[in-house]
């Protein structure tokens, strides 16, 4: 077998682990390619394969009405194992399917190790891969190592961009106020595994209010180098402290919104309220929704604790910030995601300059069924078509491949999760099923579930389509 028949993929985070997944049940031959635990990186704490650093909720899972749900659906029915294992290791999280995330991560690197088309190196692919490699995948995300990066530069001929991006700090539930805190989602509502009542709500008045966006802003943070300072924040994973210091109530309209909530002690809405998820199946340990900090730890502790039942809060995990950076994808990349410089060369993931864990391995998906069907010896540009615009796989891949230069008058790219806004147009329903006429939010409602029922007619199409033979 020549090196054209085997796919090489470098990184084994959400993008690179579902990429090697596809690639392998297609019939290819795939090398992983993994840096950790040999090599480390700021934000990744073991050597498990789809590690999930930031957050462990890959969001809502409505595939009727959301268009991160219709991703989730369309990845199940692609046969995604990202999809497999959040199923199959999920805790309650309201409307949203979140994951044990160690068990999650267990998961799929069993499948990968067992996967009898994958063979797994741990080893750093420092600088470019080699010239003989073929058809490479790399998916190094957004902690690329340097000297791979440089590489990157240098033969793109185009900079890639880099923004900072923030964790947040994770609690021990045995260590919250309960006179205090409690347990309710948004308007009772219920999610995957829950009971309307999966989130820790911690309430603030409004001095607490005051007192608390004070000591965020004032509390003492991470220093930048130099080189670092010019970079800019991705706009939905800003740190809490820079949230605040947009305005004094950015954060009541923002991740502290109260709305849907009462405070069983007082019968009436608070002022404000520090949600709180479960981060593991034992719901031992719950992630501060939204409070990415670049804080330094020891002002972690102090602001945090000034939060009304989080007053003796011990911390599993503390937040912390990282440089990510990603490709100018619609310059530098064609339709199949493959370096317009290099096409033996295809990139996945974040580094591709979508954002959040769903959409990384959704292109990491895409990247392992194209490769695969190269290694087939299929003619990729005349035969294998990519998923329809229509659907959220589709519309992610249009967006960084040349839709967003086309749709943004020529802006600059930025990352971007799935939203129904790179969807083509539909027409809005006027009626509905008993022919009366729908108004305002229910049109609204009306026009997602067409766009989704379309989204999931059409990627039907696509994956039933003849199988590519080979030459």
């Given amino acids: ?9 470098v990184g084994a985070g959400l993008a690179g682990s579902e990429a090697a997944w596809q ?29 999930l650093v930031c957050s462990n909720s890959f969001r809502s899972d409505d595939a009727e009405y959301n268009a991160v749900g219709l991703l989730h659906e369309e990845m199940r029915r692609a046969g995604s194992l990202v999809l497999r294992a959040a199923d199959a290791h999920k805790v309650p999280a309201g409307g949203a399917l979140a994951v044990d ?27 470019q891969p080699p010239e003989d490699w073929e058809n490479v995948i790399i998916a190094t995300g957004p902690l690329t190592a340097a000297p791979l990066a440089e590489a990157i530069r240098a033969f793109t001929g185009e900079e890639s961009l880099a923004f900072f991006d923030a964790i947040a700090p994770i609690i021990y539930k045995d260590s919250i106020n309960f006179d205090i805190a409690w347990f309710q989602s948004r308007y009772d509502k219920a999610g995957p595994g829950g009971d309307g009542a999966d989130y820790i709500n911690c309430p603030m008045d409004e001095d607490q209010y005051a007192a608390f966006i004070g000591a965020l802003i004032g509390g003492d943070k991470t220093e930048f180098k130099d080189w670092e300072k010019s970079t800019p924040y991705f706009e939905g994973c800003l740190p809490i402290e820079v949230m605040a210091e947009r305005g004094h ?27 709180l998820r479960q981060d593991n199946a034992l719901g031992t340990l719950y992630n501060m929704v939204g409070f990415q900090t670049k804080l330094k730890y020891g002002a972690q502790t102090d602001v945090f604790r000034m939060i009304p039942g989080l007053e003796n809060a011990e911390f599993a995990r503390l937040g912390g910030i990282h440089r990510n ?28 300059g979508v954002e959040g864990y769903l959409e990384s ?58 939203n129904f806004g790179l969807f083509p147009e539909i027409e809005t329903p006027r009626k509905d099923a008993d022919g009366r006429r729908l108004k305002g939010k229910e049109r609204g409602k009306a026009r997602k579930k067409a766009m989704t029922s379309r989204a999931l007619d059409d990627l039907g199409g696509w994956l039933n389509a003849p199988a590519i033979a080979a030459e």
């Fill in 325 to 352: 950076t990603f490709l100018n994808s619609p310059l530098l990349l064609d339709q199949h995601l493959r370096l317009k410089a290099r096409p033996a060369l295809r990139f996945a993931g974040q580094v591709t």
């Fill in 101 to 127: 995330r160690e068990a999650f991560s267990n998961a799929v690197t069993a499948a990968i190790e067992a996967h009898e088309n994958i063979e797994t190196r741990r080893e750093l692919i420092a600088g």
């Fill in 361 to 418: 391995a959704a292109i990491g998906l895409l990247a392992g069924r194209f490769a695969a069907a190269e290694a087939s010896g299929a003619q990729i540009d005349a035969q294998i078509a990519a998923p329809p615009a229509t659907t959220a796989l589709g519309a992610l891949l249009h967006h960084i491949t040349g839709g967003h230069l086309a749709d943004s008058g020529g802006k600059a790219f930025q990352p971007m999760n799935v």
């Fill in 1 to 9: 077998m020549t090196d054209k028949h085997i796919i090489h993929i």
């Fill in 23 to 51: 690639a392998a049940n297609a019939g290819a031959r795939v090398i992983l390619h993994e840096m950790r635990p040999v090599e480390r990186t700021d934000a990744h704490q073991t050597g498990g394969f789809a590690e």
């Fill in 249 to 275: 109530d950015t954060l009541r309209f923002g991740p502290m919104k109260p709305v849907g909530l009462t405070d069983p002690r007082t019968g009436k809405r608070p002022h404000a309220v520090v949600q």
